[in-house]
């Protein structure tokens, strides 16, 4: 299973993103089954905060719009979401002693022990650079050949 990564959502619903229309389609496919995808709850955190703010997007949406796009992905049966356990500390202080994390990297960490408890094998993201550190995770950024 591959987890979507807080930067696909956000592609997916910013319609202005030059990238909007790769990750529709890889969203489409998570929820047509032809790929196996899961998102998080944290990621969901990051999507709502992130396409209300006009400072980060071009075309903001309401917080009513940004709500119901959560709600759709909390009803979607074939689009599994994971969550951190209460084993997620302990996992994330054991990450931390082979990667140097500073300031706001340690929430993608937490991303990573949350993956790992769930037994997630990759990420589909835009930001390979932070998660190729670690060698066990496949990282696809369906952006490479756009």
Known sequence: MYLLDSNILIYAHNLASPFHKTVRSLV????????????SFQ??????????DSKRVEKPLSVKDAR???LLYLKADNFPKIYSKNTN???T???LKSADIKKQQIFDLILVATMIENEVKGIYTADE?????FKFLEVINPFKDS
């Open 28 to 39: 489409g496919e998570v929820l047509a089954g032809r790929i196996e995808g899961c998102v």
């Open 43 to 52: 990621n969901l955190y990051e999507l709502y905060s992130i396409i209300t």
């Open 68 to 70: 119901k796009i959560l």
């Open 89 to 91: 500390l302990a996992v």
């Open 93 to 95: 202080l054991e990450l």
């Open 129 to 133: 650079t932070f998660f190729k550190k």
